[in-house]
Nanobody, 116 residues
Framework: QVQLVESGGGLVQPGGSLRLSCAAS????????MGWYRQAPGKQRELVAA???????NYADFVKGRFTISRDNAKNTVYLQMNSLKPEDTAVYYC??????????WGQGTQVTVSS
């Protein structure tokens, strides 16, 4: 059974930081492209950042320079370090595991709220 379990969300003030974690089980984690997506109320889900099995990263323009994605294959975990958070970053953040578009799994999501 595949499970992706996100943690680390919460309420933070503008300019603050949070680190999201996603622990995976039931997959050969090291071969998957891992991604973070987000969905704000009334909006479509969008890619935030992704990291390949080899460690190459890709970021949406709206988070470049503020967010960093990383992975620890020994711990089957992917992270999203979020700095300089803005109110418009408020969303449910989802972890995704993708293997060549043949295997695709999602976590349950974690809420991030940026507000003073």
């Amino acid at each position: 059974q595949v499970q992706l379990v996100e943690s680390g969300g919460g309420l933070v003030q503008p300019g603050g930081s949070l680190r999201l974690s996603c622990a995976a089980s039931g997959i050969i984690f090291s071969i998957y492209v891992m991604g973070w997506y987000r969905q704000a109320p009334g909006k479509q889900r969008e890619l935030v950042a992704a990291i390949t099995s080899g460690g190459s990263t890709n970021y949406a323009d709206f988070v470049k320079g503020r967010f960093t994605i990383s992975r620890d294959n020994a711990k089957n975990t992917v992270y999203l370090q979020m700095n300089s958070l803005k109110p418009e970053d408020t969303a449910v953040y989802y972890c995704n595991a993708d293997f060549r578009a043949v295997r695709d799994y999602w976590g349950q999501g974690t809420q991030v709220t940026v507000s003073s």
